[in-house]
Antibody
């Protein structure tokens, strides 16, 4: 059974760096079929894609957040991480990690999600 | 930039009724569109991929259709557990976009 679990501080001060880690179990983080992503959701609002990382370390970031994001992967620990710098109150959200599955000729989508980590900036 | 517009924002229906949700793209996305369901306090759940392929374990009352710019998620007969928020999603050149969501309420 595939499981993803976010961990990290639930409270971050303005101008500091938000750091989260996602532990993956039940699937190989090194599989060529999957990308690993972060999505966030401000309270009462919709979903916003933050970025994806491949097991090789190749990354893709949201253009609106690109200047503040760093993602990394540790295949030996089966986990990947998100750093978001210079946070403000607008970065307060539930942060989800998720697995993005590609199909042969297209995409399946985010097929497994963590439960989410509420991070408040204050 | 691909923009996904979902309508209506809120759909008020009763159990047993048919729900029709729309997702419109500002340019063609071919059939590369997914749908998710999110219940309060839970992460989203993948329902449909590539416009019309039900994900594993998704009941047959959920169906997706469309191509190009206009897509529809249909719930043929609403069950009590189907009242939730639904999002569409697309990826192009590794830029992933979500629609704003449709809330299906009783």
């Amino acid at each position: 059974q595939v499981q993803l679990q976010e961990s990290g501080p639930g409270l971050v001060k303005p101008s500091e760096t938000l750091s989260l880690t996602c532990a993956v179990s039940g699937a190989s983080i090194s599989s060529s079929d999957f990308y690993w992503g972060w999505i966030r959701q401000p309270p009462g609002k919709g979903l916003e894609w933050i970025g994806n990382i491949y097991y090789t370390g190749s990354t893709n970031y949201s253009p609106s957040l690109k200047s503040r994001i760093t993602m990394s992967v540790d295949t030996s620990k089966s986990q990947f991480s998100l750093n978001l710098s210079s946070v403000t109150a607008a970065d307060t959200a539930t942060y989800y990690c998720a697995r993005f599955r590609k199909a042969a000729a297209g995409d399946v989508g985010f097929d497994y999600w963590g439960q989410g980590r509420l991070v408040s900036v204050s | 930039e691909i923009v996904l517009t979902q309508s209506p924002a809120t759909l008020s229906l009763s159990p047993g009724e048919r729900a029709t949700l729309s997702c419109r793209a500002n340019e063609s996305v071919k059939y590369y569109l997914a749908w998710y369901q999110q219940k309060r306090g839970q992460p989203p759940r993948l329902l449909i991929s590539e416009a019309s392929n039900r994900a594993t374990g998704i009941p047959a009352r959920f169906s997706g259709s469309g191509f190009g710019t206009d897509f529809t998620l249909t719930i043929s007969s609403l069950e009590p557990e189907d009242f939730a928020v639904y999002y569409c999603q697309h990826r192009v050149d590794w830029r992933i976009t979500f629609g704003g969501g449709t809330k299906v309420e009783i």
